[in-house]
């Protein structure tokens, strides 16, 4: 069973960075066509792609977040981190991490964390 | 890169069908079959219900089905129950320099 779990803080201030931890099990991010990205959902609003890091270290980001976004992976620790430069109170949302598998199911996310709330405030 | 276009809301009586149109272009929905769509129950986290444009994983009811002509993907729930009140969003591949482009998302009401 693939399980994915955030964590992270729940309040950043402006201009503050902001690290996020997605801690999986049921796979391994070292098989090949397996990926883990990050989206995130402002309150009330719809879903935006951040990140998306392969079992062959690949790396994508959303254009409009590139220069602040870097995500990372520690396969034997089964974690995936993503970091967010010069937050914003814009970026208050909840975040999710969640599975992909390119050579089953393409494009798309299958199994999603709980997410967590981040809030950017002074 | 623009979201995609949902309706902002549908709905339908128990038993009749609905239809959530996705419009985007052809750098996206159009030039890829890689249309996936996600239901929400408020408060909850998103599934997938449909993904490569026509594909139910396991557990999805067959009631749900996809679809594409040109740049507009559309899901279809047939057979409308309580429970697919929801708020419902689609989602592209976009090229490789954008993996995935989320729709604006439809709220789904059972009248």
């Known amino acids: 069973q693939i399980t994915l779990k955030e964590s992270g803080p729940t309040l950043v201030r402006p201009t503050q960075t902001l690290t996020l931890t997605c801690t999986f099990s049921?796979?391994?991010?070292?098989?090949?066509?397996?990926?883990v990205g990050w989206i995130r959902q402002p309150p009330g609003k719809a879903l935006e792609w951040l990140a998306l890091?392969?079992?062959?270290?690949?790396?994508r980001y959303s254009p409009s977040l590139k220069s602040r976004l870097t995500i990372t992976k520690d396969t034997s620790k089964k974690q995936v981190v993503l970091t967010m430069t010069t937050m914003d109170p814009v970026d208050t949302a909840t975040y999710y991490c969640?599975?992909?598998?390119?050579?089953?199911?393409?494009?798309?996310?299958?199994?999603w964390g709980q997410g967590t709330m981040v809030i950017a405030s002074s | 890169q623009s979201a995609l276009t949902q309706p902002p809301s549908a709905s339908g009586s128990p038993g009749q069908s609905v239809t959530i149109s996705c419009t985007g272009t052809?750098?996206?929905?159009?030039?890829?079959?890689?249309v996936s769509w996600y239901q929400q129950h408020p408060g909850k986290v998103p599934k997938l219900m449909i993904y490569?444009?026509?594909k139910r994983p396991s557990g999805v009811p067959d009631r749900f089905s996809g679809s594409k002509s040109g740049n507009t993907a559309s899901l279809t729930v047939s057979g409308l129950q309580a429970e697919d009140e929801a708020d419902y969003y689609c989602?592209?591949?976009?090229?490789?320099?954008?993996?995935?482009?989320f729709g604006s998302g439809t709220k789904v009401t059972v009248l």
């Open positions: 989602s592209s591949y976009a090229g490789s320099n954008n993996l995935f482009v």
């Open positions: 052809s750098s996206d929905v159009g030039g890829y079959n890689y």
């Open positions: 490569e444009v026509n």
């Open positions: 049921g796979y391994s991010l070292s098989t090949s066509g397996v990926g």
């Open positions: 890091i392969y079992w062959d270290d690949d790396k």
């Open positions: 969640a599975h992909s598998h390119y050579y089953n199911g393409g494009y798309a996310f299958d199994v």
